[in-house]
């Protein structure tokens, strides 16, 4: 029998350990509407999102938890505002060490500092650092909480799916646990298995882009330390040990240091306990006392498919796109695959939008991955210049940076993830050119606290229409769906009126479950509000 122990990393929570399910007794392979596998963030966040609204979800893994290691650690404020949706974020935000402030060093001098978040009036931090292990354990927290609600979602242990065959209309798994194989069909399959996808390659898809000639070491080290709970970056850094250097906190007095190695390096000699010190010694200083956490050497390619969507077969997370760690894309951007896929796959499966809504995930979210791409790309260009031209370029800008303001925008040590906005999608409806830019359908909503609390909260898992200073009627259903009303006013609130007015005097917004605004009128009417929630379903509109 197959070992279904996986190399990939020893655990750090058990969370759904292996039980023998009933499936594997069935004469016949078991039906499920929903198969998820990975059980990831992404596979995790996916099984809970769709858990939640009703649709039944089976996730299976290969492993039986969270593994050791921070492995992935910014998490973006709009990966909390979706978490918070899902009922996760409050023990993420508590455990997480929140920080909106950076630091831009050359050799030994301070270049800038910045500020991801310098407006008020948002329920979360840019960012807060928390070890993947434990963003994990909190989405299946919040999974058990969902199940004892009885939310129909069910996650098995150390079943590893080792084969997969397309129908028109399902797909068949050949899954592999300790008491032997078995078969299951499911009428929908996401695949969550990381960047090198065994179901990817079950289906002979490409994963095309960019390999990086260069090498990181992580090390994370606990130790007590007096730095700021800020990200610091250093481009050639006086103490040496690598051309470039990374420093977060992290929960625990954990501090995730980053070195850039280059490429042609002997990696075990490089993981030698006794030369990983030698580069942090250097960095902190003998006389400070830290042990070695988790280390690590990556490499990492900026890639993904063709397209995320194959029949019935769709790809989230790194199985669909993959980027450098620089800018921390990676699981935020994946994150928001989930939140922009569970709401149209539910309405296609209970009947009410077709087939083809589903062509837009692939559409939005292939759209949000070459964004993220194109960022994460100039970022390692920027870091690792492999010619004396672009390194010479690189320098300049460095020394510029120092005292011209306006070469400050040309560094690029990781520019952070931030949340996509939908230009041009085929869900879009009409746009009021005098309501804010930040606003246009397509973009995320930003949040503001209200009277009756944060406006993001608000909104649901269903399509809102907001109301600003305006009336309109209460709405029970259009084109057969619940349309929920909600009424405010920015006579009073600057923050609504900055980011949801403008220079317009009232606002209608219909704003779709994943809280993306869909379209915006200056006041309302029925008609431009059907018309604009068809075409939100990708409802034939003719």
């Known amino acids: 029998m197959t070992e279904l122990v996986p190399e990939r990393y020893p655990l750090a929570f058990q969370l759904y350990p292996y039980r023998r399910s009933p499936d594997q007794d069935a004469a016949s392979p078991v039906r499920h509407?929903?198969?998820?596998?990975?059980?990831?963030?992404?596979?995790?966040?996916?099984?809970?999102?769709?858990?939640?609204?009703?649709?039944?979800?089976?996730?299976?893994?290969?492993?039986?938890?969270a593994g050791l290691g921070s492995r992935a650690l910014c998490f973006a404020k709009r990966t909390l505002e979706i978490c918070d949706r899902l009922g996760a974020a409050a023990p993420m935000l508590d455990k997480g060490v929140r920080w909106n402030l950076g630091k831009v060093f050359h050799d030994d001098r301070l270049l800038y500092e910045f500020n991801l978040l310098p407006e008020e009036g948002h329920a979360f931090p840019a960012f807060i650092n928390l070890q993947q292990p434990w963003f994990e354990k909190y989405l299946f927290d919040a999974i058990a909480a969902a199940q004892a609600k009885?939310?129909?979602?069910?996650?098995?242990?150390?079943?590893?799916?080792?084969?997969?065959?397309?129908?028109?209309?399902?797909?068949?798994?050949?899954?592999?646990?300790?008491?032997?194989?078995?078969?299951?069909?499911?009428?929908?399959?996401i695949a969550c298995d990381g960047a090198r996808s065994p179901l990817r390659d079950m289906l002979g898809l490409d994963f095309k882009g960019r390999v990086f000639e260069d090498n990181f070491l992580i090390a994370d080290v606990k130790?007590?330390?007096?730095?700021?709970?800020?990200?610091?970056?250093?481009?050639?850094?006086?103490?040496?040990?690598?051309?470039?250097?990374?420093?977060?906190?992290?929960?625990?007095?954990?501090?995730?240091?980053?070195?850039?190695?280059?490429?042609?390096?002997?990696r075990k000699k490089e993981l030698l306990p006794e030369n990983i010190r030698a580069r942090v010694d250097a960095m902190l200083g003998t006389d400070v006392a830290y042990d070695l956490d988790w280390c690590s050497i990556y490499t990492f390619q900026c890639r993904r498919m063709d397209n995320f969507r194959h029949g019935n077969v769709l790809f989230a997370g790194d199985s669909a796109h993959q980027v450098s760690p620089f800018g921390a894309r990676g699981a935020n951007s994946g994150i928001q695959d989930?939140?922009?896929?569970?709401?149209?796959?539910?309405?296609?499966?209970?009947?009410?939008?077709?087939?083809?809504?589903?062509?837009?995930?692939?559409?939005?979210?292939?759209?949000?991955?070459?964004?993220?791409?194109?960022?994460?790309?100039?970022a390692t260009d920027f870091i690792t210049p492999k010619s004396a031209v672009s390194k010479l370029f690189r320098n300049a800008v460095l020394e510029l940076a120092e005292k011209v303001p306006f070469a400050r925008t040309i560094v690029n040590s990781g520019r952070l993830s931030l949340p996509c906005t939908y230009d041009g999608s085929t869900l879009n409806g009409p746009d009021c050119p005098t309501m804010p830019r930040r606003t246009r359908p397509g973009s995320p909503c930003p949040d503001v606290a209200m009277a009756d609390g944060w406006l993001l909260r608000q909104l649901g898992n269903g399509f809102t229409l907001l109301t600003i200073d305006t009336d309109a009627p209460d709405l029970s259903t259009v084109?057969?769906?619940?349309?929920?009303?909600?009424?405010?006013?920015?006579?009073?609130?600057?923050?609504?009126?900055?980011?949801?007015?403008?220079?317009?005097?009232?606002?209608?917004?219909?704003?779709?479950?994943?809280?993306?605004?869909?379209?915006?009128?200056?006041?309302?009417?029925?008609?431009?509000?059907?018309?604009?929630?068809?075409?939100?379903?990708s409802l034939e509109t003719a």
């Open 338 to 378: 989930v939140d922009n896929l569970a709401w149209k796959l539910k309405l296609v499966i209970e009947g009410k939008a077709p087939s083809r809504l589903l062509d837009s995930y692939d559409s939005e979210r292939v759209y949000g991955a070459d964004e993220n791409i194109l960022n994460s790309t100039r």
């Open 33 to 65: 509407k929903v198969i998820v596998v990975g059980g990831g963030p992404i596979g995790l966040a996916t099984a809970l999102d769709l858990g939640q609204q009703g649709v039944p979800v089976l996730l299976l893994d290969d492993h039986e938890g």
């Open 150 to 189: 009885g939310a129909p979602i069910e996650i098995r242990g150390r079943n590893r799916v080792d084969g997969l065959n397309q129908a028109a209309d399902h797909v068949t798994l050949n899954v592999a646990t300790p008491d032997g194989p078995y078969a299951l069909e499911a009428d929908w399959l």
């Open 479 to 537: 084109h057969g769906l619940p349309l929920t009303r909600l009424a405010t006013s920015a006579k009073e609130n600057h923050l609504l009126r900055a980011r949801y007015l403008g220079e317009a005097a009232s606002a209608v917004y219909l704003i779709r479950p994943d809280q993306h605004v869909a379209a915006r009128w200056e006041t309302y009417d029925a008609k431009a509000v059907a018309l604009a929630l068809a075409t939100a379903l």
């Open 223 to 266: 130790m007590k330390a007096s730095f700021p709970t800020e990200r610091w970056f250093w481009f050639e850094p006086h103490f040496k040990s690598g051309a470039s250097a990374l420093l977060h906190k992290q929960p625990d007095d954990i501090w995730r240091i980053d070195f850039q190695l280059g490429w042609d390096i002997d």
